[in-house]
């Protein structure tokens, strides 16, 4: 008989950032490897998912543990620098 597929849902921080061209870069520190981009925000996050997708599959594959992280915020830090 044949073992039933489940479906699991991961959650994965990633960063997002905005390149001086117009192109949007996503990276998910989590995942060595998984990183991207894209000409619209759009774009870079459905690449992002295809990614850590194909990631998580790989590690399946040969048995890998699959990191579980809490959910993280992000905020941008001001500092004054005199030069």
């Known amino acids: 008989m044949k073992k039933k597929?489940?479906?699991k849902i991961y959650q994965f921080p990633a960063i997002i950032e905005k390149?001086?061209?117009g192109y949007?870069?996503?990276?998910v520190?989590?995942?060595p490897g998984c990183y991207t981009q894209g000409?619209?925000?759009e774009?870079?996050?459905?690449n992002i998912r295809e990614v850590i997708?194909?990631?998580?599959?790989?590690?399946?594959?040969?048995?890998?543990?699959?990191p579980?992280?809490?959910?993280?915020?992000?905020s941008s830090i001001e500092v004054k620098v005199k030069v």
């Open 43 to 46: 774009e870079a996050l459905r």
């Open 24 to 27: 949007f870069f996503a990276s």
């Open 5 to 7: 597929k489940i479906t």
């Open 39 to 41: 000409r619209s925000l």
């Open 29 to 31: 520190p989590a995942l």
């Open 68 to 74: 579980v992280l809490k959910p993280i915020s992000l």
């Open 53 to 66: 997708t194909l990631h998580i599959e790989d590690r399946i594959l040969h048995k890998e543990k699959i």
């Open 19 to 21: 390149d001086e061209k």
